[in-house]
């Protein structure tokens, strides 16, 4: 009896294929980036207002959607307002809802985001805002410039699931100048059924912060020391020469001087996956959490891609957010920071986080205390 030879070598692609085809990536389980949002009647559907809180903490929000999309109502105001960022230091800061950044919107994908944006009579400036999450009209930017008095209404459709910065942009030398005085702030648009692992598993977050970093460029006098100004645009003209040199006098996590730190600092647990949005309007950062790493991390922000996972530092280029999530597994405090340590340390750019629980000796162990060389 004779049996025909068969050739492994070419068989081995034939195998390969129909392995993948029945295990596929979780990148090759999305539609195509090019196809149609579905369409719904957004005129008919139902209203939910989502109330702003002040970050680093988030609304309240349902990881998971399994509702149809649904109209979310968001409100901001501008306030412009004088703040101490630094001991001694005052800057007019533009901002959304009196923080610097401005509040954190959560929504999911496909959901629509009705914002209004409430300009009062005893501000000074024109102002507007670009969703970076949403399509059209410069963000909404062209079609959202109100005047002291004014308020306006838009609604746009959150098609690309991530985390997208949003910002003041009323045009021209007005976009730095209102961005780097602290009119930003960041959007969340989960996916519908929630976020995935790296193998496509739905993985859940027990807490999440958002922390902006900012570059603000305190105007000196001739002799260092730095000025202060009666109203936002006395010091405009100063704060543009400032801002020719692309050195900031500051790097800030949320907007002060040791707004996460000390008596500041966040709170987990070990055990607990917390989840950091971090966004940067204006600079590229790079970002490090001092004792842990991402366990993942969705480069460019982006949830409908596998995040990338184990990493120790991370890039969040200007005018982007990124989300990152990590399971605590040991106590003690650990450092949140732009890892460029000059930046870090000099100019305040770091956050702490307070873990509670039970020290892991198979983690890391101290065999012998400090003593002299023999």
């Known amino acids: 009896m004779k049996y025909k030879t068969i050739n492994y070598v070419l068989l081995l692609p034939v195998l390969i294929g129909i392995l993948t085809s029945c295990n596929p990536s979780p990148n090759n389980t999305k539609e195509s980036v090019f196809a149609e949002a579905p369409l719904f009647d957004a005129d008919n559907l139902k209203h939910v207002e989502q109330e702003m809180v002040s970050p680093p903490a988030l609304p309240k929000h349902e990881q998971v959607s399994e509702r149809d999309p649904i109209v979310v109502e968001v409100t901001l105001f501008v306030e412009e307002k004088e703040m101490e960022i630094a001991p001694g230091v005052k800057t007019w800061a533009l901002t959304f809802n009196g923080t610097v950044p401005g509040p954190l919107i959560v929504v999911h994908q496909n959901d629509y985001v009705e914002l209004t944006l ?7 400036m024109v102002h507007n805002i670009d969703f970076h999450a949403a399509t059209g009209a410069m963000g909404g930017g062209d079609i959202s410039n ?51 692992d790296e193998l496509g598993n739905p993985v859940h977050y027990d807490k999440a912060f ?41 790097l800030l996590f949320n907007g002060k001087m040791n707004a996460l730190t000390g008596n500041n600092a966040l709170k987990a647990k070990v055990g607990e996956k917390v989840l950091f949005i971090t966004s940067q309007a204006n600079r590229d950062t790079r970002i490090h959490l001092i004792g842990g790493h991402a366990d993942l991390v969705w480069m460019g922000g982006s949830f409908n891609d596998a995040p990338a996972t184990n990493y120790e530092s991370w890039s969040v280029v200007g005018g982007s957010a990124v989300a990152a999530l990590y399971q605590f597994r040991q106590p003690g405090t650990y450092t949140y920071l732009n890892h460029n340590l000059i930046e870090a340390i000099l100019f305040g750019a770091m956050a702490q986080l307070e873990v509670e629980g039970d020290w892991n000796d198979d983690l890391m162990k101290l065999i012998k205390e400090p003593e002299a060389i023999p």
Not at 147 to 167: E, I
Not at 188 to 193: G, H, I, Q, T
Not at 218 to 239: H, Q, R, V
């Open 210 to 250: 958002y922390i902006a970093e900012q570059d603000f460029y305190i105007p000196k006098d001739e002799n260092g020391n730095y000025k202060a100004y009666d109203s936002p645009a006395e010091g405009f003209p100063d704060l543009i020469t400032s801002m020719k040199t692309l050195l900031p006098t500051h």
């Open 146 to 196: 109100v005047a002291p008095g004014q308020q306006v209404t838009f609604r746009f459709k959150a098609t690309k699931a991530g985390v997208f910065v949003y910002h003041c942009a009323p045009g021209g030398i007005m976009v730095p100048l209102h961005v780097v005085s602290g009119m930003n702030g960041a959007i969340m648009v989960l996916p519908r059924d929630g976020l995935k």
């Open 118 to 124: 409430i300009n009062a009579a005893t501000n000074t």
